[in-house]
């Protein structure tokens, strides 16, 4: 036990914890003495690893209870404060070691099967952070090969929720995608004017080339002799 008279702190050492094979390294339990008025607020006391290995998805966490130095304290909560209630630090101390020597997969901030990585949703090959995609459209996470990204607005998005422009065939988002309004089918937005897919463009335009669905210069110029005649 360490006494830091200055700081107002007894500390103790675990010995290096393991946990289902995953090393997690020695935590110093610190507690704070002037803060045990505020032991119904917070914890007066952190849990702070001496030779971190954090979950690869968050730096914070340092054990699969402990993020940000602070003890998941689960069913331990009423032991812990009825200890320091009673003046058995020692208790405390030992209630502590046992949690931090304990894994709960029921409440873990990360579970043990994802410390190195984060599993991806479709596939479930662990992935580091920086190698791993979120897609906003499904709130799931999923590695590089079952992840895409969208090119009309460079969102990530995964292979389920990623579309196809019916028109060019480029993978789309369903923030992108576009209905035309006469055919019905899904575009991109490259691929409509006005609403109206390109495809339908051009139908529409050699319905006007056909005979009879335009107005000619001599109609227009017969017409108006008509209606000049019909004035007089």
């Not at 607020?41 to 998805?57: E, N, Q, V």
């Not at 995608?177 to 339908?200: D, F, H, P, T």
Request: hydrophobic share 25%; proline share 5%.
């Amino acid at each position: 036990m360490d006494i830091d008279k200055k700081a107002n702190t007894l500390s103790v050492i675990t010995e290096p914890i393991t946990l289902e094979d995953v090393y997690l390294g020695p935590f110093e339990i610190k507690l704070e003495l002037h803060r045990l008025a505020e032991l119904y607020k917070s914890a007066p006391y952190h849990c702070i690893a001496l030779d971190p290995h954090p979950a690869a998805a968050s730096g914070d966490v340092t054990h699969p209870h402990v993020t940000g130095d602070r003890l998941c304290e689960g069913e331990g909560y009423a032991s812990i404060r009825a200890a320091l209630e009673q003046g058995r630090i020692c208790d405390f101390f030992t209630i502590v070691r046992g949690i931090l020597n304990t894994y709960s997969p029921d409440s873990p901030y990360v579970s043990l099967s994802d410390w190195e990585g984060v599993p991806c949703y479709d596939c479930g090959h662990i992935t580091d952070g920086e190698n791993s995609y979120y897609c906003g459209f499904c709130d799931n996470t999923y590695c590089e090969e079952c992840s895409t990204y969208c090119p009309h607005c460079d969102e990530t998005v995964c292979l389920g929720c990623v579309g196809k422009c019916e028109l060019c065939e480029d993978q789309i988002c369903p923030n992108c995608v576009r209905k035309c309004s006469e055919c019905g089918a899904l575009c991109c937005k490259s691929c409509l004017e006005e609403g109206i897919c390109l495809n339908c463009q051009k139908e529409l335009e050699v319905e006007n080339e056909q005979p009879g669905n335009q107005i000619t210069s001599s109609n227009r110029d017969e017409k108006s002799d008509k209606d000049i005649e019909l004035a007089g």
